[in-house]
């Protein structure tokens, strides 16, 4: 999502809705300094795939650098993937941002919706049922 598309999703926000939107978002968006952090003293075991939400690739660098330890090349193969992963991490956090920013708007969207459900009246079907006369 660029600039554009985010000024489009502020734009038909109120107020109130902003506020809850930037606050949201300032609290979970990921930073790519803690990610570049994260992979500078604790890349030989991935933690920093676990801060950019890829649990499975922090299990798997895991791996490489303690069994490879025994014959020596996995430590070298982690340090390979942690200088590939200097390239990748500004484009995955800018995935996980954007992701971000379109699921908060949907919630908000989506309560604003039930809000205004909530808000009308309920209205009671009564079916026309007719009994048969008795006299």
């Given at each position: 999502?660029?600039?554009?598309?985010?000024?489009?999703?502020?734009?038909?926000?109120?107020?109130?809705?902003?506020?809850?939107?930037?606050?949201?978002?300032?609290k979970q968006?990921?930073?790519?300094?803690?990610?570049?952090?994260?992979?500078?003293?604790?890349?030989?075991?991935?933690?920093?795939?676990?801060?950019?939400?890829?649990?499975?690739m922090?299990?798997?660098?895991?791996?490489?650098?303690?069994l490879g330890?025994?014959?020596?090349?996995?430590?070298?193969?982690?340090?390979?993937?942690?200088?590939?992963?200097?390239?990748?991490?500004?484009s995955?956090i800018?995935?996980?941002?954007?992701?971000?920013?379109?699921?908060?708007y949907?919630?908000?969207?989506?309560s604003?919706?039930?809000?205004?459900?909530?808000?009308?009246?309920?209205?009671?079907?009564?079916?026309?049922?007719?009994?048969?006369?008795?006299?």
């Open positions: 999502m660029d600039i554009m598309d985010t000024f489009y999703l502020m734009k038909n926000l109120d107020e109130s809705e902003r506020v809850i939107f930037q606050f949201e978002y300032g968006k990921k930073n790519a300094g803690i990610a570049y952090v994260l992979l500078i003293f604790l890349g030989l075991f991935g933690i920093h795939k676990l801060y950019l939400e890829n649990k499975i922090c299990v798997v660098y895991t791996l490489i650098t303690i330890a025994f014959i020596i090349i996995g430590p070298f193969i982690t340090v390979m993937l942690c200088i590939i992963d200097l390239f990748l991490i500004p995955r800018e995935t996980l941002n954007n992701t971000l920013e379109k699921s908060l949907d919630k908000i969207i989506n604003r919706a039930k809000s205004q459900v909530e808000e009308k009246p309920a209205t009671y079907y009564e079916p026309s049922i007719t009994y048969p006369r008795q006299y």
